[in-house]
């Protein structure tokens, strides 16, 4: 994969800022233990959730990082796990109304592991959890696929 921008690295993740409608592009794959225990592997082109929690986040992945905040570096780690879990529920290979939460806490705790201040994590978190929704919903196209 030939980067788009300058490669960049922070806290456990190698990627390139790109332009267009997502931010970030993961220029090598990413690997975390959630608390997460799908019944079954759920697996996409990009996106990886084991049986037993490890989320696996594949090379030329994007993301959006922060939505409603400026960029902020200790928090890109943190974003990156968060909407790939969010785009889980998009379509419906998690569960909006129950993993939705479990998604949140765990941005505010990788958030602050990668030593952003709870000053700067709790606003963030509060708007995950007040504001955040609407980014987490099924997409009809999903619906239509489960109910066909």
Known sequence: ???????????G??????????????FKSYRIQTTYRPKKRIETEFITLCKNGVLIIKIAYRWNGLTFFPEIK????ASLIHDALYELMKERLLDYKTDRNTADNLFREESVKDRTWRIVTEPVYIVLRTMGAGFAKPRQSAIRRVNA
């Not at 200790?74 to 780690?77: D, F, L, V, W």
């Open 1 to 11: 994969m030939k980067p788009e921008g300058k490669i960049k690295g922070h806290n």
């Open 13 to 26: 993740i190698v990627y390139v800022t790109s332009s267009g409608k997502y931010k970030h592009k993961l």
């Open 74 to 77: 200790s928090m890109i780690r």
